[in-house]
């Protein structure tokens, strides 16, 4: 008995270190991400209202209030107005993650902290690769997208208000038909925030040429020519910022 009772202290030690206090709102997050996070709460389930999870923290309202604001803030629940309205959790996928990428970044822009110039020169970064895994990963569905996206463009005239949104649509399909849907997540963000089809000088020509290199980057990507997808996306890009203007009229730095 004396040498198991001698044991103890250095066994506690082992298991127990100092920890700072968490302030109540810091306590209230941490909680409800580890609820989340482990399961217990499903995705799309409404959270228990503020009243009731201040009475199970022991917390007043304005602190369960605060606390759930910043969960919101960090993507990880939607706060839903009204009546019927509540939190919940949000539900995770690519296609979320693209668009709180989106906002994120148009925010910064907004606030200056970031420059167009710097978010669209990753567009390089992101593409050439995404079409080069386009021509080994691609499926049948995303190849009939990309066809009737490039089926539109040509029957569309530069000046419809449709055109950015068939721009992105085109880049947005050959970074999903990458295989790596986190790719495709940085690739849409990234096009819909910077929007470079509102940098570009658009005239006919330049119309047609962009239609006729989309196209060139498609059939490398059905012929699975993952070298030849890279060249076409990387002289797309190309073209795309040397006929582009910064809203200071500057060549090539828009995109």
């Known amino acids: ?128 690769p995404s079409a080069s895994l386009a021509a080994t990963h691609h499926r049948t569905h995303q190849l009939d997208i990309l066809h009737s996206v490039l089926d539109k463009q040509r029957h569309t005239d530069t000046s419809d208000p449709e055109v950015p949104a068939l721009d992105r649509q085109f880049h947005s399909t050959i970074a999903e038909a990458s295989g790596n849907r986190f790719l495709a997540a940085l690739v849409t963000s990234v096009h819909s925030t910077s929007q470079p089809v509102s940098f570009l000088r658009l005239s006919e020509d330049v119309g047609r040429e962009t239609v006729r290199q989309h196209t060139a980057i498609l059939r490398a990507v059905e012929k699975g020519d993952s070298a030849a997808a890279s060249e076409e996306m990387a002289k797309h890009l190309e073209f795309v910022k040397h006929n582009s203007f910064t809203d200071s009229g500057e060549r090539g730095s828009a995109c």
């Open 1 to 128: 008995m004396p040498s198991r009772e001698a044991k103890k202290p250095a066994d506690a030690a082992k298991r127990f270190s100092p920890r700072p206090v968490l302030r109540p709102r810091q306590q209230v997050e941490e909680q409800i991400t580890q609820a989340i996070l482990s399961g217990e709460f499903a995705q799309g389930e409404k959270l228990p209202p503020e009243s009731q999870l201040a009475d199970l923290f022991e917390v007043s309202r304005p602190t369960v209030h605060l606390a759930l604001e910043a969960l919101a803030e960090s993507g990880l629940i939607r706060k839903v107005p009204g009546t019927s309205g509540g939190s919940f959790v949000n539900s995770v996928t690519h296609e979320g993650l693209s668009t709180q990428l989106s906002e994120s970044l148009a925010t910064t822009l907004r606030l200056g902290t970031l420059h167009l110039g710097e978010l669209t020169a990753v567009r390089e970064i992101l593409e050439i």
